[in-house]
């Protein structure tokens, strides 16, 4: 770890648009870039993002060509960085690698549609949020906030659809006709869905549904927005114990590092996968540290 290396990393890739895309927004995400990250397209700033464990989204509308090929280029800095730490190199007992570990895609939308998230930088907004008044098994109610932007010159009417799923069954929907949306704005539509029978999620049972949030365009689907929830309710008791839709709960936690030899925080979602079932594991948790079945072993030995 002495020996790390610190420094500028380049990436670089042409991109050729299709022409389909001429009317529409185009968004990069960016899933994770360490550490300090400038974006240039066709030789000209587009943007910068401090942080390596954030992700980020530009809007490249602008700025791309589609008379012909497009040069993208980022700079990544690992050095030290006051600003955002870690602390120094020098004095760290773990590594902090650079380069870009996550995956980068290219968003392709229409003018009329859901919000980034992080693009649109909302306090409690941007995208689909979604939120939870009311949490039983008996009944549930889930409250969607879908943030739209109309980017058209002229005002919009459209319909906007809420699925939700569990597993491949459909539980409830709900839909609004939205007669007048002003061109060049955004706003962001509050719907609810009501659950009967809930499956609540919990760390022994982490069920999980599936909202589906669409968005039609004179009669013709032109967004569909897929996110993960769970219905759940935190809270603490006068004891100070945590209690999960109303049971105490008690949570063991860990100490696990995003890193694998050879590939740094590059890791796989399986190998990501494959942690989580450790942790989850009793017989590979010991005094709160996870163990490998080869220490497991060694470690069973020496009791022995």
């Known amino acids: 770890m002495n020996e790390q290396w610190q420094g ?24 994770g870039a360490m550490n300090y990250a400038e ?36 700079k990544l800095k690992n050095i030290d960085n006051p600003t955002i730490g870690p602390k120094p190199l020098t004095t760290l007992d773990f590594n902090t690698y650079g380069g870009l ?22 306090v409690a907004s941007g995208g689909v949020f979604v939120t939870f008044p009311q949490i039983s098994s008996a009944e549930s109610l889930v409250d969607v906030k879908t943030h739209i ?16 799923f569990f597993g491949k069954e459909l539980i409830t929907q709900t839909e609004d006709q ?25 760390p022994k049972t982490p069920h999980l549904y599936q909202l589906v949030s669409e968005i039609y365009l004179d009669d013709q689907l032109i967004e569909q927005k897929k996110t993960r929830i769970d219905i759940r309710k935190f809270e603490f008791n006068a004891q100070h114990q945590l209690l999960i839709n109303g049971e105490v709960t008690f949570l063991r936690g860990v100490n696990r590092h995003q890193e694998y030899p ?13 942690d989580a079932v450790k942790i989850k594991s009793p017989d590979l948790i010991t005094f709160g540290y996870l163990i490998t079945p080869i220490q497991k072993s060694l470690w069973m030995r020496r009791m022995s």
Do not use: C, M
Not at 45 to 67: A, I, W
Not at 150 to 155: A, D, K
Not at 262 to 274: F, K, N, P
């Open 8 to 31: 500028e990393a380049w990436y670089q890739k042409e991109l050729v648009l299709d022409q389909k895309w001429k009317d529409q927004k185009i968004f990069i995400r960016f899933e």
């Open 178 to 202: 939205i007669t007048w949306f002003s061109a060049n704005s955004e706003k962001q539509f509050s719907q609810q869905l009501t659950v009967k029978n809930a499956q609540l999620w919990s």
């Open 262 to 274: 050879h590939v740094g925080y590059a890791t796989s979602h399986q190998a990501d996968h494959r």
């Open 101 to 122: 570990y996550r995956d980068v895609n290219l968003i392709i939308k229409n003018p009329l549609h859901i919000t980034d998230e992080i693009y649109a930088n909302k």
């Open 149 to 164: 932007a109309n980017q058209y010159s002229e005002n919009k009417s459209f319909t906007l659809k809420q699925k939700l």
């Open 39 to 74: 974006i240039w397209v066709n030789d000209q700033k587009v943007g910068e993002h401090l942080g390596g464990y954030l992700l980020f989204t530009l809007d490249l509308t602008d700025d791309l060509n589609f008379q012909g090929e497009n040069l993208l280029k980022v």
